[in-house]
């Protein structure tokens, strides 16, 4: 005699757990643009920054019409401050899309990816300059950790690492303004592309008027170039759709898998000498981030806990 079992339906998702594959392949995306980049290296930075954002343009669009956000874009350009602060975000986040394709096509992966690494670290810098917030005992370790880093870079590469904390500076600068604007992630994201599109046209125009533009050379380069909008805006909506499910503890690990993928494509696809210096320079800023994160989670706890005893 055979007993019949009830089939066993599939546990729907969590919030938190799909908050969490969100933004684990927002930050796949990511990492893997250094691929993606690497692939079109004889394309000039400028003219990959270019089409960045003048092909994120139609994609934000779209999304900021299916979710109904046109409201908050009115609201938001309205007001002289907050499109001043985006236009300046706008400038910001295309320059330092430009500066990391060079950085790949100058065979310096590595140094960027450091600055990546390093960035949340910055952010606790902006913190402490412009908000009134102290260091944390765990925080002054961790950027102590930074700091030595930095300097055995130094030592490795026979120069300051600029590359990697300009990278690193002027990403922190743009998360910094963004939070100071009253607008959603994907609202604020559209019209920092559609400000910086005609400047990003009349560069392309330029381009082309040199001839030296690829777009619509050949129908590889044609569609590496639309494929770099739709990465870049792809991986924002993601992430933004993320960041509402998960806790900052939890968005905090996970932004460390990007510049970890860019680390491993740096050695191990193109090939970048990683000397004894520089893998110990990196050990040292895994520690310091370690530090941060673990104290980072055991605050959140803290805090959450005391709020519900409250």
Request: charged share 10%; proline share 3%.
């Given at each position: 005699m055979t007993i019949a079992h009830e089939p066993v339906l599939p546990r729907t998702l969590t919030n938190a757990e799909k908050g969490v594959i969100l933004a684990v392949m927002?930050?796949?995306?990511?990492?893997?643009?250094?691929?993606?980049?690497?692939?079109?290296?004889?394309?000039?930075?400028?003219?990959?920054?270019?089409?960045?954002?003048?092909?994120?343009?139609?994609?934000?669009?779209?999304?900021?019409?299916?979710?109904?956000?046109?409201?908050?874009?009115?609201?938001?350009?309205?007001?002289?401050?907050?499109?001043?602060?985006?236009?300046?975000?706008?400038?910001?986040?295309?320059?330092?899309?430009?500066?990391?394709?060079?950085?790949?096509?100058?065979?310096?992966?590595?140094?960027?990816?450091?600055?990546?690494?390093?960035?949340?670290?910055?952010?606790?810098?902006?913190?402490?300059?412009?908000?009134?917030?102290?260091?944390?005992?765990?925080?002054?370790?961790?950027?102590?950790?930074?700091?030595?880093?930095?300097?055995?870079?130094?030592?490795?590469?026979?120069?300051?690492?600029?590359l990697g904390l300009m990278l690193a500076v002027t990403f922190c600068l743009y998360g910094f303004l963004r939070k100071t604007v009253p607008v959603g992630p994907t609202q604020g994201f559209f019209i920092e592309v559609a400000i910086a599109a005609l400047p990003l046209a009349g560069a392309q125009f330029w381009l082309f008027s040199k001839g030296e533009t690829h777009f619509g050379s050949t129908v590889f380069d044609t569609s590496m170039l639309i494929g770099c909008g739709v990465m870049t805006a792809a991986s924002l909506m993601l992430y933004a759709s993320s960041i509402r499910r998960i806790r900052y503890s939890t968005a905090g690990l996970l932004q460390y898998i990007s510049p970890s993928l860019v680390f491993l494509t740096a050695v191990f696809v193109f090939g970048e000498p990683l000397n004894t210096l520089k893998l110990v320079s990196f050990v040292i800023i895994w520690i310091g981030l370690a530090i941060f994160s673990l104290a980072t989670i055991r605050d959140e706890r803290n805090r959450r806990q005391a709020a519900e005893a409250v």
């Open positions: 927002a930050h796949l995306v990511w990492g893997g643009m250094a691929v993606y980049f690497g692939l079109i290296r004889h394309i000039s930075p400028v003219e990959i920054a270019v089409n960045r954002g003048l092909w994120s343009l139609p994609i934000a669009a779209v999304v900021v019409w299916v979710l109904g956000q046109w409201g908050d874009v009115w609201r938001a350009v309205a007001n002289r401050r907050n499109l001043a602060i985006l236009a300046l975000t706008s400038a910001l986040v295309v320059f330092n899309w430009g500066f990391y394709v060079w950085s790949i096509e100058q065979g310096r992966t590595l140094e960027s990816s450091l600055g990546y690494f390093i960035n949340p670290l910055l952010n606790v810098v902006m913190g402490y300059l412009f908000l009134g917030e102290r260091f944390t005992l765990a925080q002054k370790v961790a950027l102590g950790f930074a700091s030595v880093a930095v300097l055995i870079q130094t030592a490795a590469l026979g120069h300051f690492p600029w």
